[in-house]
């Protein structure tokens, strides 16, 4: 069993950024793949990035082309805790942003079998 908790999300400008960060618990924390999704009010709930460990504390992560280069995911194992790094940020970037785990280094929803409750975010122009 893994629990995540979010936190860092808020209220910021256009062109703002913001650091997500997710907290996770349990002894095997760098056996799975930690992703980040985002919910728009009446959208569908899509990929942004995942981390995968590659063992100790060094790591592979990559991102949706849709906030590729804006966004950056991080991973802290001594703390068991992921980031969500997001630069230049816009107002469709408004989401609730959810951290999840899982064992398949995917961006579908079902490659991930744990949630936290999600953070949301809001972008002003």
């Known amino acids: 069993q893994v629990q995540l908790v979010e936190s860092g999300g808020g209220l910021v400008q256009a062109g703002g950024s913001l650091r997500l960060s997710c907290a996770a618990s349990?002894?095997?924390?760098?056996?799975?793949?930690m992703g980040w999704f985002r919910q728009a009010l009446g959208k569908e709930r899509e990929f942004v990035g995942a981390?995968?460990?590659?063992?100790?504390?060094?790591?592979?992560?990559y991102s949706a082309d849709s906030v590729k280069g804006r966004f950056t995911i991080f991973g802290d194992n001594a703390k068991n805790t992921v980031y969500l790094q997001m630069n230049s940020l816009k107002p469709e970037d408004t989401a609730v942003y959810y951290c999840?785990?899982?064992?398949?280094?995917?961006?579908?929803?079902?490659?991930?079998?744990?949630w936290g409750q999600g953070t949301q975010v809001t972008v002003s122009s």
């Open positions: 999840a785990a899982g064992v398949t280094y995917g961006s579908n929803l079902n490659d991930y079998d744990y």
């Open positions: 349990g002894r095997t924390f760098n056996s799975y793949v």
């Open positions: 981390l995968r460990w590659n063992g100790g504390s060094t790591y592979r992560s």
